[in-house]
């Protein structure tokens, strides 16, 4: 079983160029992942195997259901197939780094059966926020 672990700072180039983490690289077949919106205003990153099982899954649930609908809505027009270079850089789509607010600071983490890029700001807000929720 795979897993994404870890918390990373890598280099976004070219505006929108993210080197992804060897850490997480190796985590991923093939050369390219699946990059959507996430929730708290990050960007999932997912294996495209471990993406179409997790579509699959809401393709099976009852369109006649209106947060079903929404949901899927949400998961698959925000989505994007994106290509690794033979470095392990990808493009971040230009909808998907201005919904996250994604520009020079980012961070990388690992999210279990997924990674998300974070600005780095809301990354540490984030964090602060469920430190204190976690401490209870």
């Known amino acids: 079983m795979k897993m994404f672990l870890g918390e ?3 280099n976004l180039t070219e505006g929108a160029r993210l080197a992804l983490p060897k850490k997480l690289r190796d985590q991923i077949r093939g050369d390219s992942v699946i990059l959507s919106k996430g929730f708290e205003k990050c960007i999932f990153g997912y294996d ?3 993406w179409l099982k997790e579509a699959e899954k809401q393709v ?4 006649s259901d209106p947060k079903v609908r929404t949901l899927k809505r949400y998961m698959f027009s925000g989505a994007a197939d994106v290509e690794l270079d033979s ?3 990808l ?3 230009a909808s998907l780094k201005e919904y996250a607010s994604v520009e ?3 961070t990388v983490i690992g999210a279990g059966d997924h990674f998300e890029i974070w600005n780095d700001g809301n990354w540490k807000e984030h964090l602060k ?3 204190t929720s976690l401490a209870g």
């Open 129 to 131: 926020s469920l430190e």
């Open 48 to 50: 495209k195997e471990d």
């Open 104 to 106: 020079n600071g980012v």
């Open 87 to 89: 470095q392990g850089r």
């Open 8 to 10: 990373y700072q890598p």
């Open 60 to 63: 099976e649930l009852p369109i």
């Open 91 to 93: 493009v971040i789509p």
